[in-house]
């Protein structure tokens, strides 16, 4: 019998990559958004995660044996503009998660998908060793569902997973996200056919960049495993924006 893997926010830039990932490993794949998505061999359940009856019901219908949270409001700008839904989607969602694996029978293997940004500001390379310390909305509700994960842990003994994704990218993610921005802005100034001028951020930073399918695989791997207190950070380990010598 397959193993049941059910995917909350597969709406999203990762969900499709995520679900097909386990689909070939021979997993039976599981989704559930606020809006109705079509992924190819995924059974797809309309459900909103801040309804914790819905979340309830989903999980004790389904009966899956992992559950992957990618349900969140995942941008740091968009969090200053919507702290109090930051909070609501990423740390109230995540605990209507926790709680609906909670109280079925053959409680299932959760994971949290936390950031980077959890971490403080530092000029050197950073581990998981790295001081927490989020000075935005987004990092911070993300180490508070961290810290949750961690007592749901401790009192009723389940297995649940967190890990510190760095940035990745692919095909399909919004123009929101820094890539696919500077590949939109590049396309609309040779299509215009006029010299033109890309808006990019802070390009003397060092970041590590990722394909989201060895992304994803991580995801995979580390879910499988039997230890679920670490807490690994996902990336490449090598800095993308090594050169300096751009302008901004």
């Avoid at 397959?2 to 990762?14: D, R, S, W």
């Avoid at 109090?84 to 994971?111: C, D, F």
């Avoid at 919004?174 to 890309?198: H, N, R």
């Avoid at 930073?205 to 207190?229: H, L, P």
Wanted: a negative charge; aromatic letters at 8%; charged letters at 25%.
């Amino acid at each position: 019998m397959k193993k049941k893997l059910l995917i909350f926010g597969i709406g999203g830039f990762v969900g499709s990559y995520l679900a097909r990932e386990f689909q070939e490993h021979g997993y039976e794949v599981y989704g559930s958004d606020i809006a109705a998505k079509e992924i190819d061999g995924v059974d797809f359940r309309q459900a909103n995660l801040l309804d914790a009856e819905s979340v309830d019901s989903l999980v004790a219908d389904i009966q899956p044996d992992m559950i992957i949270n990618l349900a969140a409001i995942s941008s740091v700008g968009a969090s200053w503009g919507i702290p109090q839904t930051t909070m609501s989607v990423n740390v109230i969602g995540a605990l209507n998660v926790m709680e609906a694996a909670r109280k079925v029978t053959a409680k299932p293997k959760v994971m949290f998908i936390g950031s980077s940004e959890e971490y403080e500001e530092s000029s050197e390379p950073i581990s998981e060793q790295t001081p927490l310390n989020a000075n935005n909305p987004y990092g911070i509700s993300k180490m508070a569902q961290e810290r949750f994960a961690e007592v749901y842990r401790e009192r009723y003994g389940m297995q649940i997973y967190c890990v510190r994704p760095f940035n990745h990218t692919g095909i399909g993610q919004k123009d929101s996200f820094v890539l696919p921005s500077f590949c939109k802005q590049v396309a609309e100034i040779e299509k215009s056919g006029k010299p033109g001028t890309i808006k990019v951020g802070n390009l003397a930073a060092e970041r590590d960049f990722s394909d989201v399918r060895d992304i994803v695989r991580a995801y995979r791997t580390i879910i499988e495993s039997d230890d679920c207190t670490k807490i690994f950070n996902v990336g490449s380990g090598e800095a993308a924006l090594k050169n300096k010598n751009f302008s901004q």
